[in-house]
């Protein structure tokens, strides 16, 4: 067993989060597999984190509102000026 497929198979153990063993784990997949198994768990986390918006995120993106640059508020006030004439 090699130092590198212990570590992914200890990574593995440490996602699942179910009592599993890395020397176990290491010993019944090969590297190509516990990284298959790590992506999909870190997928699936990754997934159910954006399924659940936190409400203090969502209140803080209606709060901030970019200030207009000076540019953009030169060209609104160009524009109105044109449309006035």
Sequence with gaps: MTPS????AQK???LRNDGSKP???AEQMTI???C?????LEEEQVEAEDEVPDVEVLANQEKVKKPKSFWARLALDSSSEE???
């Design 32 to 34: 190509r597999r516990l």
């Design 12 to 14: 593995l153990a440490t």
């Design 23 to 25: 020397e176990e784990l």
């Design 36 to 40: 298959y198994e790590i992506e999909k």
């Design 5 to 8: 497929k212990l570590w992914y």
């Design 83 to 85: 449309d006035e004439e």
